[in-house]
């Protein structure tokens, strides 16, 4: 396995996010690593808010336009909650669900987030990694997703840590996922950490003695659907970063995600898986797998991000649409059957021509 760094495919290094303020509770900075994030945050020049106690106080405005920018340019630094630290299963990524933070700093108008995080959109960073790490060992060999899969479970017990944020788009200013990786690295067990990004600055994972124990994967769109990516790095870069993680030698992925059915969908996926080829295309020893997630949501997502982004031209009418019911009995509208059946057929065509090398993991 390679592990060095393989710099001569980076072509730019993308702009990092750069909250206006962030505000931390007492507890956060009773951690060492709390303490470096702020420390990193006040060298950058951010406003550090330390608060006496532990109750954030955001004091947004009224105006839910306005509320919604300052809720977007605030970095909260919390302590994750025994309840929160409790892991979950997530189906159909991976064993178990792992928190380092909660909320992203982009401004996707699909974003699932809104269908699961309640309350203004805040992103709030763990401070009490190591606890959160040091729980994770109760967990191995007890997974009941990928772990009883017929086609995953030689991933060993597998940890997601992209459910509930965008783990690099922050790590500029925590070093968790960084940290999180190298712990991994270290952990001598049938074990894999797993994230996806819409972001690209992938340079300070490169050079992590990684030990094959993390898949980093790419969560991609054609081009021509940036403009329902807002303050995510271009498509091109993410290519690039992962191609450099991959020489570094990490397993890799394309999450593909949301597939939108929109006028030109053929062609659009079919520039990007052509341009995912040509990025990955040489790389020794490549163990790429790829996920395949149709657009949906819910009446509760439609009704957040139609007040996020009331411009926004994704379409979220009945059109194309059927209702599907969850085991827990909510409901969400995904493509009608014939819709599904084109899209699957294309892609799963396609990738076979592509990406002969490719492992799709699930469809959904
Ligand atoms: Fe949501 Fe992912 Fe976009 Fe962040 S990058 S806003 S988590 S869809």
């Given at each position: 396995m390679q592990l060095a760094p393989a710099l001569s495919r980076s072509v730019t290094t993308p702009a990092a996010w750069r909250p206006r303020r962030v505000i931390a509770t007492r507890a956060a900075l009773g951690f060492a690593h709390g303490r470096s994030i702020a420390e990193r945050a006040a060298?950058?020049?951010?406003?550090?808010?330390?608060?006496?106690?532990?109750?954030?106080?955001?004091?947004?405005?009224?105006?839910?336009?306005?509320?919604?920018?300052e809720a977007k340019a605030t970095l909260a630094l919390t302590v994750a909650s025994p309840s929160k630290r409790r892991l979950q299963p997530i189906a159909p990524s991976a064993d178990w669900r792992v928190d380092l933070a909660e909320g992203c700093p982009a401004h996707c108008s699909y974003c699932y987030l809104a269908g699961s995080l309640k309350g203004p959109p805040i992103t709030r960073v763990y401070a009490?990694?190591?606890?959160?790490?040091?729980?994770?060992?109760?967990?191995?060999?007890?997974?009941?997703i990928t772990s009883r899969s017929r086609t995953r479970a030689g991933e060993g017990t597998t940890f997601e840590a992209s459910c509930y944020t965008d783990p690099l788009a922050l790590e500029p200013l925590t070093g968790s996922l960084s940290a999180t990786i190298a712990w991994f690295g270290r952990w001598q067990a049938d074990a894999q950490l797993r994230f996806t990004t819409k972001f690209a600055d992938v340079a300070p994972l490169l050079a992590l003695d990684h030990g094959g124990r993390t898949r980093m994967r790419a969560s991609v769109n054609p081009r021509?659907?940036?403009?329902?990516?807002?303050?995510?790095?271009?498509?091109?870069?993410?290519?690039?970063?992962?191609?450099?993680?991959?020489?570094?030698g990490y397993p890799v992925g394309l999450t593909i995600a949301p597939i939108i059915a929109a006028p030109g969908w053929q062609q659009a996926y079919g520039e990007l898986i052509a341009d995912a080829a040509a990025a990955l295309d040489g790389i020794?020893?490549?163990?790429?797998?790829?996920?395949?997630?149709?657009?949906?949501?819910?009446?509760?997502?439609?009704?957040?991000?139609?007040?996020?982004?009331?411009?926004?031209?994704?379409?979220?009418t009945e059109a194309n649409r059927t209702t599907k019911r969850t085991k827990?009995?909510?409901?969400?509208?995904?493509?009608?059957?014939?819709?599904?059946?084109?899209?699957?057929?294309?892609?799963?065509?396609?990738?076979?021509?592509?990406?002969?090398?490719?492992?799709?993991?699930?469809?959904?």
């Open positions: 060298k950058l020049g951010i406003e550090v808010m330390e608060l006496a106690g532990d109750r954030l106080k955001l004091d947004l405005p009224d105006d839910p336009r306005r509320a919604y920018v009490n990694l190591d606890e959160i790490l040091d729980g994770l060992p109760a967990y191995l060999g007890q997974g009941t021509a659907f940036a403009r329902f990516e807002g303050g995510t790095s271009p498509v091109a870069q993410r290519l690039t970063a992962l191609a450099d993680m991959a020489v570094a020794a020893g490549l163990d790429l797998t790829i996920e395949l997630i149709t657009h949906r949501f819910t009446p509760g997502s439609k009704a957040v991000l139609t007040e996020w982004y009331p411009g926004s031209a994704l379409d979220m827990f009995g909510s409901e969400k509208q995904v493509y009608d059957a014939a819709t599904m059946r084109d899209l699957r057929r294309f892609f799963e065509g396609r990738i076979a021509t592509d990406l002969p090398q490719a492992r799709i993991l699930y469809w959904t």
